[in-house]
């Protein structure tokens, strides 16, 4: 079919008089009566239309058409003036986002509803990581993709005609969410609703609101609902099971969008309590590097010498600078294990420590921090319950002139130690530096040559 100007003006002039209809205040009304098109065939896929963006907004020449199935609905307010659509009803391999001025568009394009796009003089913009259509604004002196105007609508929007597609929720675990499903629709399965978010509504009175999900395996995304929604004071459901949405992106976080509380079927026991937080005895800090050749060598090693691996979630390592009773700086150690009988390194130059030693440490972390101390400072390893695990030095007494200063040199763990100590122990090390104080070796110690990283005896 061939739309001339005198079609496409009478399909404005009708959607122009339905859209009132969609103002009423009871919702107990019949939805305007259908206007669809046929015989429109898409030319091209999407991925051929994202391509065409390169490094900013810019308005389509060529008269490509898409077609896509409606995922979103602005029925209960949580969506507003944007439509959803993606590629397949059913395992879909990517969406579309098109912004415009249009109210209660579920009337019009209701969920399921096939529908073609004609993208010529739509802007396409990609705004924090999400591909987006419609209309165009200028913000100092920058394109971005905007509303597109009600009036201009069905010259770019039309409705295949049939009834709605029952679409299939590309099911998905939060883990494995990637960017190509993004404006998308998804199922979530076994997750709820974050501990600390029971008994709260879905959203604050007229703010946009984040809510978290949470898995059974502890992995957590973004709920965003709308304060103006009609479920915004409801309360949050307790329990647990799945969750239908939109997935959309923000940058390089996923959020979750629904559009209604059937969307969301909690009603399980909540998951049980994942235990990921271990404490353990058998690991230990191992060797400390102050090198008198180079302060960038420095590093602090950890030795595990039990079995199995040891995740080190809620770990941390805390350094009490010179006589300070607070603690100074802190490295969380979680994201990291280490295996049995193996060591992790962390160093404050990682780039510095590889040139140097040969080889990349397990952990870079910045300068000041634990990691980078000048010999005369504590250090105390504490498991993920507060747990004071192991101790170099005597917190509130600088290490000069003590049995615990490694300036310009070295503090060794003795061979044979394979459990940790809360309280520092000379007798376990073997202390180097530049002074000799207090029963250690005045000897201070260059890197490479006097340090053995990764290789505790």
């Known amino acids: ?29 019949k939805a305007p009566e259908e206007s669809c098109v046929s015989e429109w065939e898409s030319n091209a896929t999407y991925a051929q239309v994202k391509d065409l963006y390169v490094d900013g907004t810019l308005q389509i020449q060529d008269d490509l058409i898409i077609e896509g199935y409606v995922v979103s609905s602005d029925k209960e307010g949580n969506f507003f003036s944007s439509l959803h659509f993606q590629d397949s009803p ?15 568009s579920h009337l ?34 920058n394109l971005s993709v905007g509303r597109l105007p009600v009036s201009v609508v069905p010259q770019h929007l039309y409705r295949a005609c049939g009834q709605e597609i029952a679409l299939s929720p590309l099911e998905v675990h939060l883990d494995d969410l990637e960017d190509h499903m993004v404006n998308t629709l998804v199922k979530l399965n076994n997750v709820e609703i974050i501990e600390e978010e029971l008994g709260l509504s879905y959203a604050d009175s007229e703010e946009e609101t984040e809510r978290t999900l949470i898995d059974c395996n502890d992995n957590e995304i973004i709920l965003l609902n709308s304060g103006y929604s009609d479920f915004q004071s409801s309360s949050l459901p307790s329990g647990s099971g799945t969750v239908v949405g939109v997935l959309l992106k923000d940058n390089e ?16 026991e909540r998951c049980a309590e994942v235990v990921d937080e271990f404490t353990s005895n058998s690991i230990f800090i191992s060797e400390l590097a102050d090198p008198d050749n180079n302060a960038g060598a420095r590093f602090v090693e950890l030795y595990y010498s039990g079995t199995g691996v ?3 979630k809620g770990w941390s390592l805390h350094r009490f600078t010179n006589a300070n009773t607070e603690t100074s700086s802190t490295i969380d150690l979680s ?12 160093s404050p130059n990682g780039s510095e420590f590889e040139a140097v030693y040969g ?3 397990n952990v870079t972390v910045g300068t000041n921090s634990p990691a980078d101390s000048n010999g005369d400072d504590n250090l105390q390893l504490v498991d993920p319950f507060g747990t004071v695990i192991d101790m170099f030095g005597v917190i509130g007494e600088d290490g000069s002139g003590t049995d615990h200063e490694f300036e310009d040199g070295r503090a060794l763990r003795k061979p044979g130690i ?35 990283p990764g290789s505790h005896p």
């Not at 209701?110 to 073609?116: A, D, F, L, Q, W």
């Not at 003089?121 to 002196?141: A, D, I, N, P, R």
């Not at 976080?253 to 399980?268: T, W």
């Open 1 to 29: 079919m061939k739309f001339t100007p005198l079609l496409l003006k009478s399909l404005g002039t009708i959607l122009v008089l339905m859209i009132p209809l969609g103002c009423v205040k009871d919702r107990n009304f």
């Open 90 to 104: 059913e395992n879909p391999t990517e969406g579309f986002q098109l912004e415009f001025d249009l109210r209660d």
């Open 108 to 141: 019009f394009y209701p969920v399921g509803s096939k529908i073609h796009i004609r993208l010529k003089g739509l802007y396409l913009g990609k705004q924090q990581g999400v591909y987006k259509l419609g209309g165009v604004y200028t913000s100092f002196g």
């Open 253 to 268: 976080d996923f959020h979750l969008v629904i559009r209604g509380v059937n969307d969301m079927d909690l009603e399980n």
């Open 310 to 312: 040891l995740p080190l």
């Open 335 to 346: 994201g990291h294990e280490i295996a049995a009988e193996s060591t992790l390194l962390i």
């Open 359 to 361: 080889f990349a440490p």
């Open 418 to 452: 394979i459990e940790a100590n809360p309280t520092y122990t000379f007798s376990e090390w073997l202390i180097y530096n530049d002074t000799g104080a207090s029963g250690t070796t005045d000897q201070p110690q260059n890197a490479p040559t006097d340090f053995s």
